[in-house]
């Protein structure tokens, strides 16, 4: 069976501060996909991040970094100068190499104060 | 079309009546699928299109929920004699299904959100 904990339900910072969401996954799974989604207020799921489970090489997109580590199956997203438009539902979701079901933690809701 | 597109994009239903959602993917993409948000919560697979495949209906949660698929095209989502447990988002993706969905990323709509009373 697939899980994906998101241990942190809320997280609020103040602007242009640094913020790690963190995500642990469980999948008895050799080859399977991990993803990050954001869901503004506005409800619609903004696709962020893809990796698969052969590419354990950490990424940078702007503001936005991913720390991908098989030996603690976490794969954590970054935000580094925090915007107020960031503001939003954070999913972190498992699809493994058998389906095309995503499995979904519960979300981790982020608030940007000014 | 640009993106997934759903509708309605707000329903409000009284306990008992039956409701269809449709949603129209990403043109070109043959993978569909349907998941559940309710309140405060991550999403639920209910069912996934895959071609002319028969469809993966392993998520749905009474036989009061079905869904259809016009070929590669329109799905919809329908739910009989619906009860107040089926207050949710219903959220729909698609894929391009080149592998039959594997692996792939899934772009979702705005969903549709059900309020039944």
């Known amino acids: 069976a697939q899980k994906v904990t998101q241990a942190q339900t809320e997280i609020s910072v103040v602007e242009k501060e640094d913020v790690t969401l963190d995500c642990v996954y469980e999948?008895?799974?050799?080859?399977?996909?991990l993803f990050w989604y954001k869901q503004p207020p506005s409800g619609e799921l903004v696709f962020l991040i893809r990796?698969?489970?052969?590419?354990?090489q950490n990424e940078i997109s702007g503001r936005y970094s991913w720390n991908f580590q098989k030996s603690t199956s976490s794969f954590n997203f970054t935000i580094t100068a925090s915007q107020v438009v960031d503001s939003a539902v954070y999913f972190c979701?498992?699809?493994?190499?058998?389906?095309?079901?995503?499995?979904f933690g519960k979300g981790i809701t982020l608030s940007v104060r000014p | 079309g640009a993106g997934v597109s759903q509708s309605p994009s707000n329903k409000v239903t009284e306990k008992g009546k039956d409701v269809e959602l449709r949603c129209d993917p990403i043109?070109?993409?043959?993978?569909l699928y349907w998941y559940r948000q309710r309140l405060g919560q991550g999403l639920e697979f209910l069912i996934y299109?895959?071609?002319?495949?028969?469809?993966?209906k392993s998520g749905l949660p009474s036989d009061r929920f079905s869904a259809e698929r016009t070929g590669e095209s329109v799905s919809t989502l329908t739910i009989q004699r619906t009860q107040q447990e089926d207050s949710a988002v219903y959220l729909c993706?698609?894929?391009?299904?080149?592998?039959?969905?594997?692996?792939?990323?899934?772009?979702f709509g705005p969903g549709t959100r059900l309020l039944v009373l």
């Open positions: 299109f895959q071609g002319n495949s028969a469809p993966d």
């Open positions: 993706a698609s894929s391009l299904g080149e592998r039959g969905g594997v692996g792939e990323t899934q772009y």
């Open positions: 979701a498992l699809l493994t190499g058998a389906n095309s079901k995503l499995t």
């Open positions: 999948t008895r799974d050799t080859t399977y996909y």
């Open positions: 990796r698969n489970s052969f590419d354990e």
């Open positions: 043109s070109g993409h043959t993978a």
